[in-house]
């Protein structure tokens, strides 16, 4: 097989450099202005972006070509696919197309179940799930082959990714179910949003007491809250989230114009803290539709400036 093309984000990685990243929602219509102005904002305070793949189970723009509105403005893409809606030759067919642009950077999910959408009597289709997607990839890209067999002409080269939640129940399995997304093959982690400092720490201690920080890039992911309303909407209504009493307790107790820096203040401490924790290799930044504050995060995250010189 030729060499592979490393990912900007994957050079910066493997340099050691804490990496950053951040998401945006493509809109419900095929303006890409919607995506390119979100992009415009925070480019310079990220390496790389990823482009949701109809998150939450409501029809967007597509993930493939918002990546590639991303992709000809200069800005590195990582593309987020989700085994929902697609079969095993559907999602081959799509990880050709973005490699045909030279996409590079790929995020294998299964994505949430279509009755929480807008389209709640869809089909779902889960042919494969995401750990089988992760296979899927690294088979295309080290071997060169389909999952049928046959050989690909200029296989794809990118590098691959997963999402993890340290606090979904039971939290018994949720090291082991990392381990067998590493054993899968993925390279890197983007990791639910992070209240519970605590329990996202002991996730790591065990993790790293398996040797695992070390097969795979762990980014911590971050999201500010808005209001207070959103912390308590977010710990009660939200499967999967674990938001702590006091953090609710601490945005409920500014005033309703002050939450807003409250919950960014709450996020630029979290960074500082688990900048310092063994394992964690970077930050992934979901500021959805909240865009314009990612580079004040960053900032006073102390992640800023980017490292320069990195280019895929």
Same mark, same amino acid.
């Given at each position: 097989?030729?060499?592979?093309?490393?990912?900007?984000?994957?050079?910066?990685?493997?340099?050691?450099?804490?990496?950053?990243?951040?998401?945006?929602?493509?809109?419900?219509?095929?303006?890409?202005?919607?995506?390119?102005? /979100?992009?415009?904002?925070? /480019?310079?305070?990220?390496?790389?972006?990823?482009?949701?793949?109809?998150?939450?189970?409501?029809?967007?723009?597509?993930?493939?070509?918002?990546?590639?509105?991303?992709?000809?403005?200069?800005?590195?893409?990582?593309?987020?696919?989700?085994?929902?809606?697609?079969?095993?030759?559907?999602?081959?067919?799509?990880?050709?197309?973005?490699?045909?642009?030279?996409?590079?950077?790929?995020?294998?999910?299964?994505?949430?179940?279509?009755?929480?959408?807008?389209?709640?009597?869809?089909?779902?289709?889960?042919?494969?799930?995401? =750990?089988?997607? =992760?296979?899927?990839?690294?088979?295309?890209?080290?071997?060169?082959?389909?999952?049928?067999?046959?050989?690909?002409?200029?296989?794809?080269?990118?590098?691959?990714?997963?999402?993890?939640?340290?606090?979904?129940?039971?939290?018994? =399995?949720?090291?082991?179910?990392?381990?067998?997304?590493?054993?899968?093959?993925?390279?890197?982690?983007?990791?639910?949003?992070?209240?519970?400092?605590? +329990?996202?720490?002991?996730?790591?201690?065990?993790?790293?007491?398996?040797?695992?920080?070390?097969?795979?890039?762990?980014?911590?992911?971050?999201?500010?809250?808005?209001?207070?309303?959103?912390?308590?909407?977010? +710990?009660?209504?939200?499967?999967?989230?674990?938001?702590?009493?006091?953090?609710? +307790?601490?945005?409920?107790?500014?005033?309703?114009?002050?939450?807003?820096?409250?919950?960014?203040?709450?996020?630029?401490?979290? $960074?500082?803290?688990? /900048?310092?924790?063994?394992?964690? +290799?970077?930050?992934?930044?979901?500021?959805?539709?909240?865009?314009?504050?990612?580079?004040?995060?960053?900032?006073?995250?102390?992640?800023?400036?980017?490292? /320069?010189? $990195?280019?895929?």
């Amino acid at each position: 097989m030729s060499t592979r093309t490393p990912s900007k984000l994957e050079k910066i990685l493997a340099a050691g450099h804490l990496a950053v990243t951040s998401e945006c929602g493509p809109p419900r219509g095929s303006d890409p202005e919607a995506i390119t102005r /979100k992009a415009e904002m925070i /480019k310079d305070y990220v390496d790389a972006i990823n482009i949701t793949d109809n998150q939450t189970s409501v029809t967007r723009l597509c993930s493939l070509a918002s990546c590639i509105h991303l992709k000809k403005m200069g800005v590195e893409p990582t593309l987020q696919m989700v085994t929902r809606d697609r079969n095993r030759i559907a999602l081959q067919s799509d990880i050709l197309g973005a490699a045909s642009f030279d996409i590079y950077n790929i995020l294998c999910l299964s994505g949430d179940h279509q009755i929480f959408g807008d389209s709640p009597q869809g089909q779902n289709v889960f042919d494969i799930d995401s =750990i089988q997607l =992760i296979q899927t990839v690294r088979l295309m890209r080290d071997e060169g082959k389909f999952l049928g067999g046959d050989e690909i002409k200029r296989p794809p080269q990118m590098f691959v990714g997963a999402a993890a939640n340290p606090f979904a129940d039971p939290f018994e =399995i949720r090291v082991p179910r990392l381990a067998k997304k590493i054993a899968a093959g993925v390279e890197f982690i983007q990791t639910q949003c992070i209240y519970n400092l605590e +329990k996202f720490e002991l996730w790591v201690k065990q993790a790293r007491d398996r040797g695992l920080h070390e097969k795979v890039y762990i980014l911590a992911g971050v999201t500010p809250f808005k209001s207070a309303g959103m912390a308590k909407y977010m +710990k009660n209504r939200v499967p999967g989230m674990d938001v702590p009493d006091e953090v609710v +307790k601490r945005m409920s107790g500014v005033p309703k114009e002050k939450q807003a820096q409250e919950g960014i203040d709450i996020c630029v401490e979290t $960074i500082q803290r688990l /900048k310092e924790v063994e394992g964690v +290799k970077g930050f992934h930044i979901m500021a959805i539709e909240w865009e314009e504050k990612v580079p004040e995060i960053v900032e006073r995250g102390g992640l800023y400036p980017r490292p /320069k010189g $990195i280019d895929n």
